[in-house]
Nanobody, 124 residues
Framework: QVQLVESGGGLVQPGGSLRLSCATS????????IGWFRQAPGKEREAISL????????YYVDSVKGRFTISRDNAKSTVYLQMNSLKPEDTAVYYC?????????????????WGQGTQVTVSS
């Protein structure tokens, strides 16, 4: 039973921080690339970060670069997204996804498994 379960979302003030977790089961995490996506109200889902299975290559979309950090702990079967200096425009549902062979990284079709999403709201 393959599962990806996001947690750590919630309500935070502008300038605050959150750490999202993606707990995985049912597959061997160290064989998979992991992407984080988000979908804001009224907008399409977008890729924001990627970490390769080798833990060498990471990617961040320009809007989060320098503020967000992706990491993975294969021993704990968990991927993290540390989010600092949060802005109201970061408000969205955040999803993690796993792909066995991700080439481009920002295409949803490259990912085999998806989590249910966790809500992040940045507001005063």
């Amino acid at each position: 039973q393959v599962q990806l379960v996001e947690s750590g979302g919630g309500l935070v003030q502008p300038g605050g921080s959150l750490r999202l977790s993606c707990a995985t089961s049912g597959f061997t995490l160290d064989f998979y690339d992991i992407g984080w996506f988000r979908q804001a109200p009224g907008k399409e889902r977008e890729a924001i970060s990627l970490i390769s299975n080798s833990d060498v290559i990471t990617y961040y979309v320009d809007s989060v670069k320098g503020r967000f950090t992706i990491s993975r702990d294969n021993a704990k079967s968990t991927v993290y997204l540390q989010m600092n200096s949060l802005k109201p425009e970061d408000t969205a549902v955040y999803y993690c996804a796993a792909g066995f062979k991700v080439v481009v990284g920002d295409s949803e079709a490259e990912y085999d498994y998806w989590g249910q999403g966790t809500q992040v709201t940045v507001s005063s």
